[in-house]
């Protein structure tokens, strides 16, 4: 054989090997080399759709991640929320345990396996760490989801999906899914986690058998949401747009958990490369749980935003006043601690999920909130006799146009205008000093993606139009082309 043959012999073998082994072995390492890619593969998956890469965020971060390689969307971060730096001395090793270090942040994440010899990405997007001695994974990234949940995606009880501003999650009860808003306690060392939205199983199909273990979700490729428990028919179907419609091998479903706090499924579109908005689990803007920001008003139809005080003027990205967080209970008393804003025609978005007691007048109802310190705002509604009691902070109120229904909400003075130097305040600006700073990540990376031209960036204006309804301090995916809307 000649050199040449011996050659060419060799090096498609090794094109051979590498195409069929999406994998890596023990003693694997890298560092990112790139100045300004956006992303840099790893390895690929054997139809060469999906990446484990170096993903870079906020301009000089980086992330370990599972994209979608045609779209460079992520559907899987190992370090969400302790980003390292995108810098030669950051550095993924494989030695049984995956581990990503990076001496400048201190960053350390791993797998925290032991035993594994490979490391493997399937054609669902799944990262799995296999152990020849045995027969299941044990290690897979299906079971770390972060706000993205893909077809075949195993969603458990033990489980949650957290936008990537950390507002919202995702998470399943013993009988229903449910959306929740995080908010901050008083002393910002905790959360609280608030129902928004929840899905409770319609068991068609398939009923819950009490004693028989937990439920779990998945994204069926015939195009739903399912809810599941011992049988392989589902306890509950939230169909797609897509369901049942030529159900092609191509057409790849995810859900996801987006900043302003909606659940929303897309496919892929292969002949346009694009995602195709498929799903929501929200359909009306202002049940969404910050639609007009604290205090805000959201008039259903279109209207927009407005302000529960009718002498503030909604501002577009910059809302009516502040948040509030944690309570009133440490403030001093003798009621100068907060002011009161009253507005007939309004109501909570969700009270269907707030807890009501019966009152004979809404004088009473707005005493049972007055008096009590964990109150924020009541609503009375002067037909039913029901005082719906908001014990967490006021976000946006949906108009009802029911003059009948009162809403009284507290407004802690330090928000309302004379800024009182404390902790609280601190917190407060803290948290808006977070959010410009993800948003101004996220506007740098579009800039970036834009630059670059990146496929999938149809339509979709940039942030600078503020539509009535931007979502204060989230950023919206506007990567994907907003067709099949319903
Ligand atoms: C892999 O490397 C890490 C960090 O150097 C070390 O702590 C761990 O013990 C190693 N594991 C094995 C199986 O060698
Ligand atoms: C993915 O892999 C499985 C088995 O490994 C195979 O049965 C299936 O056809 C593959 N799907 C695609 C889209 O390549
Ligand atoms: C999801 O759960 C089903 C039923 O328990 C199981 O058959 C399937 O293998 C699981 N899929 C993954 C990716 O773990
Ligand atoms: C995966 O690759 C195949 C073959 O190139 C393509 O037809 C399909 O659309 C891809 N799927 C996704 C989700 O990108
Ligand atoms: C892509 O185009 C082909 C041919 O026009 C069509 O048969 C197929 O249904 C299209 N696929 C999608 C996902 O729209
Ligand atoms: C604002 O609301 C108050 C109390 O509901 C009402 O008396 C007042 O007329 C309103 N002002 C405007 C400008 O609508
Ligand atoms: C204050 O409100 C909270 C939340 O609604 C409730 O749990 C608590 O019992 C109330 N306290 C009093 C004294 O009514
Ligand atoms: C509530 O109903 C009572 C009696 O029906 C009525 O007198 C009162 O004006 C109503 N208040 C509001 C705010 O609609």
Sequence with gaps: MSPFLLLLFLSLATALTCSASPQIHIGFSASPQSQTALFESLFTDPTGNFSLCFLRRNQ???????????????????????????????????????????????????TETNGGDTLLLLNTSNLQILNKAKATPI??????????????????????LSSQNGLYSLRLGNDFMGLYANYPENDASSLRQLLYWKRTALEAKAVIKQGQGPIYARVNKEGYLGMYQTSAKPIDVQKFDSFQQNPTASSFLFVRLEPDGNLKGYYWNSNKSSWVLNYQAITETCELPLPCGS?????????????????????????CFGGSNGNLCSEKIGGDSYSVIRRTGVEPPHKELDGHVTTPSSAECE?????????????????????????????????????????????????????????????????????????????????????????????????????????LGSDSFKSIEMSGQR
């Design 367 to 471: 005493g049972l909130c007055e008096r009590n310190c964990s109150c924020w705002g009541a609503m009375y509604n002067n037909v039913s006799g029901f005082c719906y009691i908001m014990d967490y902070p006021i976000g946006t109120m949906t108009g009802s146009g029911e003059d009948y229904k009162v809403g009284y909400f507290k407004v802690r003075k330090s928000e309302s205008g004379k800024n009182r130097v404390g902790v609280r305040v601190g917190v407060v600006v803290g948290v808006m000093v977070g959010i410009v700073f993800i948003g101004a990540g996220v506007w740098m990376m579009r800039m970036r993606w834009r630059r670059k031209g990146v496929n999938g960036m149809l339509g979709e204006e940039n942030g600078s139009s503020p539509g009535p309804y931007r979502n």
């Design 295 to 319: 205090y805000g008003l959201c008039t259903p139809g279109g209207s927009g935003c407005s302000c529960l005080d009718n002498r503030t003027r909604f501002e577009p990205g910059v809302g």
């Design 139 to 160: 290690w897979q990234s299906f079971d770390f989801p972060t706000n993205t949940l893909v077809q075949d995606q195993n969603f458990t009880t033990a489980m949650s």
């Design 60 to 110: 000089n971060h980086l992330a370990l991640a599972v994209i979608h390689v045609a779209s460079s969307q992520p559907l899987w971060l190992a370090n969400p929320t302790h980003l390292a730096s995108w810098s030669h001395t950051t550095r993924l090793s494989f030695n049984g345990t995956l581990l990503l270090s990076d001496p400048k942040t201190n960053l350390l994440w791993s």
